[in-house]
């Protein structure tokens, strides 16, 4: 096995940003469940005799693991841990801090988004975005699956193009379903949390889950920018017209805009959905 190329100065930074050290037990916000869903995801037993050469807490495993694992692995855990620290809401860090990070990160194989892959703040900044196929290819899906969305988002924009926009509306919500149904299937530990804290009860089969339910749970966790949340919660409600009588109990006929973007909520969600970090 190669020796992972980190140094103690690359720990005392690393344990800095996730608030552990030489005297605590803790890592970031984890519960010692939630800890070991998190490396589960990554196919680590961090729980297991092979970390515990320097204690049992949170903190030594983490040390443990990061001594004794090479890259690239160590590096994606690392921007997923920093990831996780962005989006549960803790302070920012000092920027010299954060670039030191992001620098061991990167070092060791791990993919740390930049601000420029930011998620759209802003319906303008929403439908700037640009439909790129190759994106899709990166999603959490089969090869096969992921050329059957391409070819719906491609049959959408021709929809939209011929004003034909319900079209466009009831194919977008399929494509956003399915690359959910996608991502859950493989990080089925972190969806699962998502949903027992999002709604207090035990998640069904993912098969069942409906569009909702995954919008919601993936922004709850910070798979899915709270924009494409508030975005795509409204692309569920244009779905749902897809029975006859909804569509007409509630007067609803989508024009050009609303079917443009419902178009670009899908391909703000596929970005996120594939950022570094992510997948």
Same mark, same amino acid.
């Given at each position: ?7 103690? +100065?690359?720990?005392?930074?690393? *344990? ?18 939630? =800890? ?7 196919? #680590? ?5 092979? =970390? ?13 693991? +990061? ?16 990831? &996780? ?14 670039? *030191?990070? *992001?620098? $061991? ?15 759209? %703040? ?14 899709? *290819? ?11 969305? #391409? ?14 926009? +319900?079209?466009?509306?009831? +194919?977008?919500?399929? #494509? ?28 069904? &089969?993912? &098969? ?6 995954? $919008?919601?749970?993936?922004?709850? $966790? ?34 050009? &805009? ?7 909520? #899908?391909?703000?969600?596929? %970005? ?8």
């Amino acid at each position: 096995m190669t020796t992972p190329a980190i140094t103690q +100065l690359d720990i005392t930074v690393i *344990e800095r940003l996730l608030d552990t050290g030489r005297g605590a037990g803790y890592v970031l916000d984890f519960s010692d469940a939630d =800890y070991g869903g998190f490396f589960r995801d990554f196919g #680590v037993d961090i729980f297991g005799d092979h =970390y515990a050469g320097e204690g049992n807490s949170k903190g030594k495993r983490l040390r443990a693991f +990061l001594r004794t694992t090479p890259p690239p692995l160590s590096g994606r855990v690392l921007a997923a841990l920093l990831r &996780h620290r962005t989006l549960n809401g803790k302070p920012a860090p000092a920027e010299a801090d954060r670039a *030191e990070f *992001e620098a $061991i990160a990167r070092r060791l194989g791990g993919s740390v988004a930049t601000e420029k892959s930011a998620a759209p %703040e802003n319906e303008d900044e929403l439908l700037k975005l640009i439909f790129q196929p190759q994106v899709f *290819e990166r999603l959490a899906v089969e090869g096969s699956m992921s050329k059957l969305l #391409v070819a719906r988002m491609e049959e959408a924009r021709r929809c939209v193009d011929n004003t034909a926009y +319900l079209s466009a509306v009831i +194919l977008c919500g399929s #494509v956003l379903e399915g690359m959910c149904l996608g991502y859950g299937a493989r990080h089925p530990e972190s969806a699962n949390r998502g949903y027992l804290a999002q709604y207090s009860k035990a998640p069904p &089969h993912f &098969h069942d889950w409906k569009l909702a339910q995954w $919008i919601e749970v993936f922004g709850r $966790i910070g798979v899915l920018s709270q924009n494409v949340v508030k975005f795509g919660t409204a692309l569920r409600d244009f779905r749902n017209y897809i029975h006859p009588s909804e569509q007409l109990a509630n007067r609803f006929d989508p024009d050009k &805009h609303t079917a443009r973007i419902a178009f670009q909520v #899908v391909v703000a969600a596929a %970005e996120d959905l594939t950022r570094p970090g992510t997948v």
